[in-house]
């Protein structure tokens, strides 16, 4: 589903945005959550201005293994941050099985604004209904792997679901602080609201397989 918004995907511009994902981390009430490694069951999204607390350990790659996952609405404007078990200084990029259009690394949240699995498409997440994403990506460069920081490489996008694809509409900011081990993403969704339903998604490409954690509310 990637592969159609490469083409439209907009540079992302890296801001500051420290206090706000400072306060989304610490001004949020608390959830359980429900998550799955392999999205085969169905997992429901939550609503936005939550702290879900989710599992560690249950993926194999620290840097995709989310452990909270905080969100708040203002207006339009969704910030997330993703809680990960570790970021590492330096992450490996071009990995074996990365190739040409592909996405090597996802930290995100799929949206389904409505409330309805019948808009909509089933996102990376394995959600249904899912209208809008805001992720973060690696895309591979290509060539040899290559040890890189991660901040250096991540561009964040919206992408609305039309046409039978995820395109993408605007940009957003992504922010990595590997002390605190967290992304933070901020951006636009158009008609979200307190209704709207998130489900929190890493994914990593790696020996022509992938590998995700999905969290969600139950
Ligand atoms: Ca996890
Ligand atoms: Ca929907």
Do not use: R
Not at 174 to 201: A, H
């Amino acid at each position: 589903m990637y592969n159609e918004y490469i083409e439209n995907k907009v540079e992302s511009e890296k801001k500051t945005a420290c206090l706000i994902f400072l306060y989304l981390i610490t001004g949020c009430s608390s959830s359980n959550s429900q998550q799955n490694n392999t999205p085969t069951q169905i997992i429901n999204g939550c609503p936005p201005n939550q702290l879900v607390i989710a599992k560690e350990g249950n993926v194999k790659y620290p840097e995709i293994d989310v452990v909270s996952a905080a969100s708040i609405l203002q207006g339009e404007k969704l910030m997330v941050v993703i809680k990960l078990k570790n970021i590492p200084e330096k992450i490996t990029f071009n990995s074996p099985g990365a190739e040409n259009g592909s996405i090597e690394y996802v930290w995100g949240v799929d949206i389904d604004i409505d409330g309805n699995s019948a808009t909509g498409n089933e996102g990376l997440s394995g959600c249904n209904g899912i209208d809008y994403i805001l992720h973060a990506i690696a895309l591979p460069k290509y060539g040899n792997p290559k040890t890189l920081p991660l901040s250096s490489v991540l561009e964040a996008i919206v992408g609305k679901f039309e046409n039978n694809s995820f395109t993408t509409i605007s940009e957003a900011t992504v922010q990595v602080s590997l002390v605190e081990k967290t992304i933070g993403l901020l951006g636009t969704i158009p008609g979200i609201t307190t209704k709207s339903n998130l489900c929190f998604v890493t994914y990593k490409l790696i020996d022509l397989d992938s590998v995700q954690d999905v969290v969600g509310c139950q």
